[in-house]
């Protein structure tokens, strides 16, 4: 399994980024896949995913309304489009996959069994 996140870079506040993620090396459509985020000094977080099963997406609370998941699975693909940034936003933003159900389940990021190996996302103006 590899995942091979890309698009991060510098943002500006009400501006607007995408990341992308490219899978390989498993069945992508079948399982769980998300975004998740880690700004210095904090802990690892969830921010986005869509589930295997049913293409349902879940989101934090602190992104809802200005992120959106997608996945293109002819593709092997998923992408985190962001807008709105705010400064707060600023994170490395990993890609990660799961073979076990936990998109929407509250699974804590440390579950997941499959990592891409981030980008870097800074917001300034």
């Known amino acids: 399994v590899q995942l091979q996140a890309s698009g991060g870079g510098e943002g500006q506040p009400g501006g607007s980024l995408r990341l992308s993620c490219a899978a390989s090396g498993y069945s992508f459509r079948h399982f769980d896949i998300g975004w998740f985020r880690q700004a210095p000094g904090k802990e690892r977080e969830g921010v986005a995913c869509?589930?295997?099963?049913?293409?349902?997406?879940y989101y934090a609370d602190s992104v809802k309304g200005r992120f959106t998941i997608s996945r293109d699975s002819a593709k092997n693909m998923v992408y985190l489009q962001m807008n709105s940034l705010k400064p707060e936003n600023a994170a490395v933003y990993y890609c990660a996959t799961d073979f076990e159900p936990s998109c929407g389940t509250g699974s804590a990021w440390y579950r997941w069994d499959y990592w891409g190996q981030g980008t870097l996302v800074t917001v300034s103006s």
């Open positions: 869509i589930r295997g099963s049913d293409g349902n997406t």
